[in-house]
């Protein structure tokens, strides 16, 4: 957990220092070249400052070890932190569709072109920054870094429809003189929808959505690897944060004492542990195994069992 927060925070800090930089630059090149979409882009980039502290603030409560208070540990603060992200996105798109709309119909003098320049400078950082944080954020299986990227996953998108809204306007301002404005109201726009996935991911995981199909098998997979093993009936996993915590129901061989089939349990929840570095902890619970259930060969019963 502790080696999985601290990439975490190393990320979020160096999400802070870009995204701050580039809403400084953005906001008063913007606003010095008269250009509302520019300025949108800049606010929505120190949302992304707001949300990148919420992340590294979250990492740094997972960190925290288990207690008596929180035995499954204080993995799920990370998880509360990717539905912040999601809250400060929608947030923050409304704020700007609604003042950009505002904007549209007054007149006002045609943008300058080299308001341009920050938003091509945001969309190469951010495009490095989002895939750094997308394979760091499935790496150590971190909801709040994944929201993050698509966070800047939005800026790029948001970043090209300022670019073409300010080139309109400069290239023809007599007829697209408004497309300024309107640029910066599908910025909102854009952001809005990101951020409502942003928060239906996270909350899938803090009401204990069952994860991937695949990552269920992996360890039914490696608890069948035991010789003991003759059939997984029951496995459930829940998010705690960074990892999960699985309830596993193996079936033994009823005619192993209870001590033999407490040692297989045992060595079964530390192969998973060690194998899937995303497990946390397995509490398995031994069942006798009958090779016929309701007069048919159980599906999940190993190969010539």
């Keep these: 957990m502790t080696a999985r927060a601290t990439i975490g925070k190393r990320v979020a800090l160096?999400?802070?220092?870009?995204?701050?930089?580039l809403s400084v630059a953005k906001i008063l090149i913007g606003w010095m070249a008269k250009s509302t979409s520019v300025v949108a882009d800049?606010?929505?980039?120190?949302?992304?400052?707001?949300?990148?502290?919420?992340?590294?603030?979250?990492?740094?409560?997972a960190a925290k070890p288990a207690d008596r208070?929180?035995?499954?540990?204080?993995?799920?603060?990370?998880?509360?932190?990717?539905?912040?992200?999601?809250?400060?996105?929608?947030?923050?798109?409304?704020?700007?569709?609604?003042?950009?709309?505002?904007r549209a119909g007054a007149v006002h003098t045609t943008p300058a072109l080299?308001?341009?320049?920050?938003?091509?400078?945001?969309l190469i950082l951010k495009v490095i920054l989002s895939s750094v944080k997308f394979r760091f954020g499935r790496r150590i299986g971190s909801s709040a870094l994944i929201a993050d990227a698509w966070?800047?996953?939005?800026?790029?998108?948001s970043a090209m429809a300022a670019m073409s809204a300010l080139a309109l306007t400069v290239l023809n301002p007599s007829r697209f003189l408004a497309a300024?404005?309107?640029?910066?109201?599908?910025?909102?726009v854009i952001v809005i929808f990101t951020g409502i996935r942003v928060a239906k991911e996270s909350t899938q995981r803090l009401t204990d959505t069952m994860p991937r199909p695949e990552m269920i098998e992996a360890i039914c997979r490696v608890a069948l690897e035991h010789p003991a093993v003759r059939r997984v009936e029951?496995?459930?996993?829940?998010?705690?944060?960074?990892?999960y915590h699985v309830d596993l129901h193996i079936e033994v061989d009823p005619a192993m004492s209870v001590l033999e089939s407490h040692e297989a349990a045992t060595r079964v929840r530390f192969a998973i542990r060690e194998r899937l570095d995303w497990v946390a902890d397995v509490l398995v619970h031994v069942e006798p195994w009958l090779k016929q259930v309701d007069g048919a060969l159980s599906e999940q019963a190993k190969p010539g069992a």
């Design 14 to 21: 160096v999400s802070i220092a870009i995204s701050g930089s």
């Design 42 to 61: 800049g606010v929505e980039s120190a949302g992304d400052v707001v949300a990148a502290a919420f992340v590294y603030y979250g990492f740094m409560l």
């Design 69 to 102: 208070e929180h035995p499954y540990g204080h993995g799920r603060y990370e998880t509360l932190t990717g539905l912040m992200v999601g809250l400060i996105l929608v947030l923050a798109g409304v704020s700007i569709a609604v003042r950009s709309l505002e």
């Design 114 to 122: 080299y308001g341009i320049w920050p938003l091509l400078a945001s």
């Design 151 to 157: 966070n800047d996953f939005v800026d790029i998108i």
């Design 180 to 188: 300024d404005h309107y640029g910066g109201f599908a910025v909102g």
């Design 234 to 243: 029951k496995c459930y996993a829940r998010n705690t944060g960074l990892q």
